[in-house]
């Protein structure tokens, strides 16, 4: 598994950063700044020493599994797995052109490496309480960590997991929470606001940190300390910026949100120039 440092990790997230622009430019469809908003946790995740992963061994039962529930993010998730050597960066330019295995949404039968077929959204955290159960069952130590949307939260079935992972102890399971203020169709504190998360979810029995998601520094902290509790399930409110780091231009293009919307060859040169 990849350990890089502090300062590599935030190259690293510069590199898949580009990466997303440029494949969902590509296809001229996508969900870019649901993408950008979890660059760094994801980031973190693969390449900061939290998951112990092979590609070649894509099944091995013992590797760490992470699961998007927020699936329409799957832009990061295969810019990462690119970058991690799961497959190449030409093969991701591919994205949701016909035929493609990099559709739309991640699709675990055609991609090894995929946890999990996702992007209708509030199952993830249930299938990661599988994984994490049957490894519980199966007597193995590894890890599942579960991202989801601020906008995801609003689904019931997302509760019921919470209920169900303290009834389990699952101190072997992440969920991490990418609160980047805004879903679908507007502000999530508009649409149904279930913030602050952190002492919802506290009562519910779960161990969580709330934290500035796009600062590598506070990420790897708090990565840190989840894997440091082994009692009770744990959580990261991740609160981030919906396409950070180049929310200015979104804004001057009258839609901060810029939600499920690819950038057009121009806004994604001036964002390419922000990221550097
Ligand atoms: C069950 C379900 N309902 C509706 C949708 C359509 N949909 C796709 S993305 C999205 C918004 C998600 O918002 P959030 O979880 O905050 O993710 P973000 O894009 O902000 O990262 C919605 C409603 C869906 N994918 N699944
Ligand atoms: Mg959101």
């Known amino acids: 598994m990849p350990e890089l440092s502090l300062d590599e990790l935030k ?3 510069k590199v898949i950063r580009r990466l997303i622009i440029r494949i969902t430019t590509e ?8 993408s950008l908003s979890a660059a760094d946790v994801v980031t973190a995740l693969y390449f900061g ?22 699936g329409h993010a799957c832009p990061v998730l295969y810019s990462a797995m690119a970058e991690a050597g799961y497959f190449s960066t030409d093969d991701i330019m591919t994205l949701r052109k016909l035929g493609s295995p990099w559709e739309g949404h991640p699709n675990m039968r055609r991609l090894p490496g995929i946890e999990a077929s996702t992007g209708s959204l509030g199952q993830g955290l249930s299938l990661g309480i599988g994984h994490a159960l049957a490894g ?22 997302v509760w019921e997991a919470l209920a169900s992972a303290h009834k389990y102890a699952l101190g072997n399971l992440t969920a991490i929470i990418d609160q980047n203020g805004y879903q679908q ?24 940190q709330t934290i500035a998601g796009n600062d590598m ?8 300390a989840a894997r440091g509790i082994s009692d009770q399930p744990t959580c990261i ?40």
């Open 11 to 13: 190259d690293k997230a």
């Open 27 to 34: 296809a001229g469809s996508g969900h870019p700044t649901s």
């Open 49 to 70: 020493g939290f998951m112990a992963y092979d590609p070649q061994k894509p099944h091995d039962p013992d590797r760490d599994r992470f699961i998007l529930s927020k």
């Open 136 to 157: 519980k069952m199966d007597g193995r130590d590894y890890h599942t960590y579960v991202m989801l949307g601020d906008g995801e939260m609003d689904e019931g079935q």
């Open 185 to 208: 169709t507007g502000a999530t504190k508009d649409v149904l606001d279930l913030t602050e998360f952190q002492p919802k979810i506290e009562a519910f029995g779960w161990h969580v």
């Open 217 to 224: 520094d506070a990420v790897v902290t708090a990565l840190k």
């Open 237 to 276: 409110v991740s609160q981030t910026q919906k396409g950070y780091p180049v929310v200015p231009l979104l804004e001057a293009e009258g839609d901060p949100n810029y939600h499920g919307k690819p950038f057009s060859k121009k806004l994604a040169e001036a964002a390419l120039a922000i990221i550097g």
